[in-house]
């Protein structure tokens, strides 16, 4: 089983590096032509997907050779969901590549992808035993699914960010030039988290605390980065280690808060630098790229993945999920942070189909909104996993 689990490692590294070679020829293939239709035909573009294909076989052979070590599904903590959701998002973006051919799309999902898989490597990898809530088909059913629906779902935002990108003026300022910035900033503070984590690590940072949980309970905490809120009566006891500067109610989980807020930190600073080196906005440098994109396409290709990417997620995400909830719990639903942030992105999503059929929001609101609903998910995948503590804080 440990000889399993370092190829599933080997095989997941492999289709990292494949993403990020695959990126630099999609790269290749939109910057060598001035049209969307003739970058399709680029040798580069065909070569972008055969490496991204690749990396997709390797991903899906980290999946099945880590199902096969631990004995169940690898979608039980934060690493296994995140690594399975950066894969879907890739197999989603093969299959709209093959229906579309736009090598643009693989030169902005890619880097998510990138992103996403590069925030997944900082959790603990630890292959370990199911606890009794999960042993359930049901878990493995639901979180799949679920993750497969909000894959499909990120493929209506790479579509909204291309359509956004070109056609907002981002040499004047403007509410749209701010927002769209903003989500730059967002997944600057994502690669963020990654320096922060990676940066302690290397210290070999610890500092140990008590402190007295929601059930009234003195219990132990570690921290791997410089405690900046400390938990619910919290005594130190690590020898000199930093006070934190404020003290969490018991919902809130504050080593991961903390770690959230390293996250913000690094990603600041690393976003501030970038702007000084670029002296323009993030968004401006991608914009001659999108500039060749077809702005009808990326609307119909965002519209057409929510179209199929609500009724998955609707399945893995709420109506799955409640027949796990009852099988583990005997209830089908209790307001845990995660079943109400899922509910949450549904009501969203829902709205969106109806403004787009009955208002006709499309273009520019679209994909406003196709954006807004991935900031969604990946807020339900950081934040509320990270923070609030619930029933799925095991992950």
């Not at 008590?210 to 009234?216: G, P, R, S």
Request: hydrophobic fraction near 55%.
């Amino acid at each position: 089983m440990t000889q399993l689990a370092s190829i599933s490692s080997n095989l997941l590294f492999v289709s990292f590096v494949c993403y990020l070679v695959a990126t630099l020829f999609f790269g290749g293939a939109v910057k060598g032509t001035k049209t969307e239709s003739s970058t399709s035909e680029k040798r580069w573009g065909r070569i972008g997907i055969i490496i991204t294909i690749v990396g997709f076989i390797t991903n899906l052979g980290y999946f099945v050779t880590r199902w096969i070590a631990a004995g169940h599904a690898p979608v039980s903590n934060l690493f296994e969901f995140t690594t399975a959701f950066g894969m879907m998002v890739v197999g989603s973006f093969i299959l709209i590549y093959f229906l579309y051919k736009t090598p643009l799309l693989g030169l902005f999902a890619l880097p998510i992808a990138i992103v996403i898989i590069g925030f997944a490597s900082m959790f603990p990898t630890d292959i370990n035993p199911l606890i009794p809530a999960l042993k359930s088909y049901w878990l493995t059913v639901h979180v799949i699914t679920a993750a497969l629906g909000e894959s499909i779902l990120a493929m209506s935002a790479v579509a909204g960010l291309i359509y956004l990108t070109k056609n907002i003026d981002l040499t004047k300022k403007s509410k749209q030039r701010f927002w769209l910035e903003a989500v730059m900033f967002t997944l600057v503070v994502v690669i963020g988290f990654v320096a922060s984590t990676t940066t302690f690590k290397v210290m070999d940072y610890e500092a140990s605390f008590n402190y007295v949980d929601k059930e009234e309970q003195t219990a132990e905490i570690t921290y791997n980065v410089p405690p900046l809120f400390g938990m619910n009566e919290y005594e130190a006891l690590t020898p000199g280690t930093m006070t934190p500067l404020a003290e969490t109610p018991p919902i809130v989980n504050a080593k991961k808060l903390t770690t959230v807020a390293w996250s913000f930190i690094f990603g600041s600073v690393l976003y501030g630098l970038i702007r000084l080196i670029i002296r323009k906005p993030i968004a401006a440098v991608l914009q001659p790229l999108a500039k060749k994109a077809n702005s009808q396409l990326m609307d119909e290709i965002g519209y057409r993945a929510v179209l199929i990417g609500f009724p998955v997620f609707t399945l893995g995400a709420l109506i799955f999920a409640m027949i796990w909830a009852h099988e583990a719990w005997s209830r089908f639903w209790g307001w845990d942070p995660k079943e109400v942030w899922a509910l949450i992105t549904w009501l969203f999503y829902a709205a969106f189909l109806h403004l787009r059929l009955s208002k006709g929001w499309q273009g520019e609101k679209s994909a406003w909104l196709a954006v807004i609903g991935f900031i969604i998910i990946m807020f339900n995948l950081i934040a509320v996993n990270l923070i609030l503590a619930g029933l799925h804080s095991y992950a």
